[in-house]
């Protein structure tokens, strides 16, 4: 596609409900990227997948996120047994080639509220 | 590790005032450094870059310099507009290809 989409816009789940978040990068880019964007942090780095390498899982916060990344193209975030303190915006991005120093395309998020 | 800092908004300004929202950084290796802007409900959108010392980045008359010796990268317009008002965030990438990201600065453009 033309640029980095994300589903659904928004999302108002129960806590305790597992969520699924879907990413779908610039068509060609090998690197894609999630973060979250909340009032008290910021923009925090999540995961980060490059081709087929494993990815990197440093900056999730707890073993209730997960992400997976099917083909090389599309990936889900998954947060299991949600909590109030997941509520945030979710932001996946996109770059050519996952090189230091590249520029990433971000998609419009993924807006989550935790009741 | 890397660092990104920059001044807290809200930044409140007339429309065609003159802006500067600073930025510093710290970071272990040779970054590259962008701006990028969130218009309200919206995602990031990316409004400049600079990849070495000394190169200036430019779009839509914002401009940010590449200063190694002060370990900036202030962003800079001339006459702002009321569609200017938005969030914008300081990055930086280095070797390690994730982006680090300041607190982001809020600009409130007035008529």
């Known amino acids: 596609g033309a640029g980095v989409s994300q589903s659904p816009s928004n999302k108002v789940t129960e806590k305790g409900k597992d969520v699924e978040l879907r990413c779908d990068p610039i068509?060609?880019?090998?690197?894609l990227y999630w973060y979250r964007q909340s009032l008290g942090q910021g923009l925090e780095f999540l995961i980060y997948f490059q081709g087929n390498s494993a990815p990197d899982k440093s900056g999730l916060p707890s073993d209730r996120f997960s992400a997976e990344r099917t083909g090389g193209s599309v990936s889900t975030l998954t947060i299991q047994r949600t909590q109030q303190e997941d509520s945030a915006v979710y932001l996946c991005?996109?770059?050519?080639?996952?090189?230091?120093?590249?520029?990433?395309?971000f998609g419009p998020g993924t807006r989550l509220l935790v009741l | 590790g890397d660092s990104v800092t920059q001044m807290e908004g809200p930044v409140t300004l007339s429309e065609e005032a003159f802006l500067t929202i600073n930025c510093t950084y710290t970071?272990?290796?040779?970054?590259?450094l962008f701006w990028y802007v969130q218009y309200p409900g919206e995602g990031l959108q990316l409004l400049l870059k600079a990849t070495k010392a000394d190169d200036k980045g430019s779009n839509k008359g914002f401009e940010a310099t590449y200063r190694k010796e002060t370990t900036s990268f202030h962003l800079e317009k001339g006459s702002v507009q009321v569609s200017d008002s938005a969030v914008y965030f300081c990055?930086?990438?280095?070797?390690?290809?994730?982006?680090?990201f300041g607190k982001g600065t809020m600009l409130l453009v007035s008529p």
């Open positions: 068509s060609g880019h090998t690197a």
């Open positions: 990055a930086l990438s280095d070797t390690y290809s994730t982006l680090t």
């Open positions: 991005a996109s770059s050519s080639s996952g090189q230091g120093r590249e520029t990433q395309y």
């Open positions: 970071a272990t290796g040779y970054p590259s």
